[in-house]
Each structure stands twice: as structure tokens, then as C-alpha cells.
T-cell receptor
């Protein structure tokens, strides 16, 4: 099973700041990595698929990069609605797996 | 649009059948998954089925206990859960696998395993 390790567990930032979230895979997942945002009481929402492709309707401040084992989700300038938990997920190998999440909280 | 149902309270060792009714898209054209989230915890992928239903996949902890299926004539996805354990307590989401990721999610249904 491929283990995805996200860091940091919690990121405390102010609106307008840049957020950099990391996801590291225990073995290569090529570019088969997605990022999701989840707010309390809501279902997850797809942000990025295949490492760097923004999903429909996702603002340009969200960007993804990386390949192989190291991936990054960047939020260029945090808006109030961006404070949430973010998960990475791989579809390279079965079983598909999620990272444990990074919480982006207001500082 | 995806709408889950069938959750509830069940004793350890019991069974539940979850359903996910799909609308607004050609259901048979898309693979689907079940993803769960235990209270206060992260997301866990559970099972996946191809558009035709011919290929299925499971996470190790549910193999032999859970069965995913679909009825394309009814636009409905199912998850039959047997031999339930306390650690299966979670909100279960169905998710549409579109162009490389889960791009449509339901609101989930809660399954609680407790005596």
C-alpha cells in the first residue's frame, strides 16, 4: 500500500498569505495525485487532479506541482473561505489511498 | 448529483446496505467509489467499481466483508456491508470518478456500529 504523508499537520496563516502544503508518497505515484478541500460538515471538493490540473471552477490561486513522490499544493493568497482541511490522494496503485490531511487555520 | 441512503445504527456483526442514487449524468459511463470518514478523522477510500460493473476493488480492511455493485438501469450504486465492526463506524460518501479524480461527491450517509 502506498502511504501518503502530508505536512505540516496544521498551518496557521493570515488571509492574504501564501500557503504551501506538502504530500510525500512512500513510492512513486507518477502524476496520479489529486488534492481535495474539506470544510466542516461538508463533503470534500476536488481542487487539483493529476498533480497540476485545476478542476472546473477552481480559482487560479490554487496550484499543484510535483511528480513521483513529492507534491505541493500552493494557495497563492489565502481568502477567508480557504481555511479548511486539505487531503492528497493517489490513484497509481490499488488500494487507492489518502493522506492524513493538513488543516489550514486562521492565525 | 449523488444522494446516499441506507445508513443507521447496527450491532457488531450485523449488516447494512448503502445506496447512492445518481442523476444529471450518464451513470453507466463513469466509475464510482465509496469513501468513508470516521468521526473526527481523515478520508479513507473503501471500494471502486468500473462503469460496467465488471471490475471491482477494495481496501484490505473490508475485503471479504463488503461488496460494491451497481444497477445501471436504476442509476444506483450499492455497498453491501457484512460482519460490521466498530471500526467501520463512519460517514460513507459515494463519489464519481471523472477525469482522473473524484470530481462529484454525495453528502454521505452515517453508519454506526455499536452494541
Amino acid at each position: 500500500e502506498i502511504v501518503l504523508t502530508q505536512s505540516p499537520a496544521t498551518l496557521s496563516l493570515s488571509p492574504g498569505e501564501r500557503a504551501t502544503l506538502s504530500c510525500r508518497a512512500s513510492q512513486s505515484v507518477s502524476s496520479y495525485l489529486a488534492w481535495y478541500q474539506q470544510k466542516p460538515g461538508q463533503a470534500p471538493r476536488l481542487l487539483i487532479y493529476d498533480a497540476f490540473n485545476r478542476a472546473t471552477g477552481i480559482p487560479a490561486r490554487f496550484s499543484g506541482s510535483g511528480s513521483g513522490t513529492d507534491f505541493t499544493l500552493t494557495i497563492s493568497s489565502l481568502e477567508p473561505e480557504d481555511f479548511a482541511v486539505y487531503y492528497c490522494q493517489q490513484r497509481s496503485n490499488w488500494p487507492w489511498t489518502f493522506g492524513q490531511g493538513t488543516k489550514v487555520e486562521i492565525k | 448529483h449523488l444522494l446516499e441512503s441506507g445508513g443507521g445504527l447496527v450491532q457488531p456483526g450485523g449488516s447494512l446496505r448503502l445506496s447512492c442514487a445518481a442523476s444529471g449524468f450518464t451513470f453507466s459511463s463513469f466509475a464510482m467509489s465509496w469513501v468513508r470518514q470516521a468521526p473526527g478523522k481523515g478520508l479513507e477510500w473503501v471500494s471502486h467499481i468500473s462503469g460496467s460493473g465488471g471490475n471491482t476493488y477494495y481496501t484490505d480492511s473490508v475485503k471479504g466483508r463488503f461488496t460494491i455493485s451497481r444497477d445501471n438501469s436504476r442509476n444506483t450504486l450499492y455497498l453491501q456491508m457484512n460482519s460490521l465492526r466498530a471500526e467501520d463506524t463512519a460517514r460513507y460518501y459515494c463519489a464519481l470518478f471523472g477525469g482522473g479524480a473524484f470530481d462529484v461527491w454525495g453528502r454521505g450517509t452515517m453508519a454506526t456500529v455499536s452494541s
